[in-house]
T-cell receptor
């Protein structure tokens, strides 16, 4: 039982390049989330998927797209990376009624 | 949307003392208030949560209180230990948002021996 698995763990991009962060959970959770964490800014919600087939914008969606591929997988895509997207990205999942977020280990992205 | 304010941003206490972290929220419809602990280089993990039908909840040295009228909630850690040193995040959400949590900016707690 791996929980929430994110790949890659580290990535360096040049401005304008694209990439996709992958996330998979094996807990049969309905809801999945992408957060970014920056120093002094806490965890800010980028996008979430309350259930398979639905996605919604969070607090900071600009510059990102998501795909809920199936119940297990929720990917985050940066089409044209910018230095402002340098951050640590966390994927998480949850299930009712507990609604406890289980986080992945994080993906550290640097955009030069 | 929901706005969660958290204070203080840093807190230093002596081992054995108590620590209190306070949060306020803006959306009166919020009904779920968890607290997460993040150790350096690790992922956030839930330490305690409270729902709006409860005013206080305790788990050993940790307690959370909720004042729905004032829209604030607090984390209390008693008899602090060096291993309590971490960043603590409060959060709030409401059920019809699919429980998408909005987090405060975090409190860096340092417990010195």
């Amino acid at each position: 039982n791996a929980g929430v698995t994110q790949t890659p763990k580290f990535q360096v991009l040049k401005t304008g390049q694209s990439m996709t962060l992958q996330c998979a959970q094996d807990m049969n959770h309905n809801s999945m989330y992408w957060y970014r964490q920056d120093p002094g800014m806490g965890l800010r919600l980028i996008y979430y998927s309350a259930s398979e087939g639905t996605t919604d914008k969070g607090e900071v969606p600009n510059g990102y797209n998501v795909s809920r591929l199936n119940k297990r997988e929720f990917s985050l895509r940066l089409e044209s990376a910018a230095p402002s997207q340098t951050s640590v990205y966390f994927c998480a999942s949850s299930e009712k009624p507990s609604n406890v977020l289980t986080f992945g280990a994080g993906s550290r992205l640097t955009v030069l | 949307g929901e706005n969660v304010e958290q204070h203080p941003s840093t807190l230093s206490v002596q081992e054995g003392d108590s620590a209190v972290i306070k949060c306020t929220y803006s959306d009166s419809a919020s009904n779920y208030f968890p607290w997460y602990k993040q150790e350096l280089g690790k992922r956030p993990q839930l330490i305690i949560d409270i729902r709006s039908n409860v005013g206080e909840k305790k788990d050993q040295r940790i307690a959370v209180t909720l004042n729905k009228t004032a829209k604030h909630f607090s984390l209390h850690i008693t008899e602090t230990q060096p291993e309590d040193s971490a960043v603590y995040f409060c959060a709030a959400s409401r059920q019809n948002s699919g429980y998408a949590l909005n987090f405060g900016k975090g409190t860096s707690l340092l417990v010195t021996p």
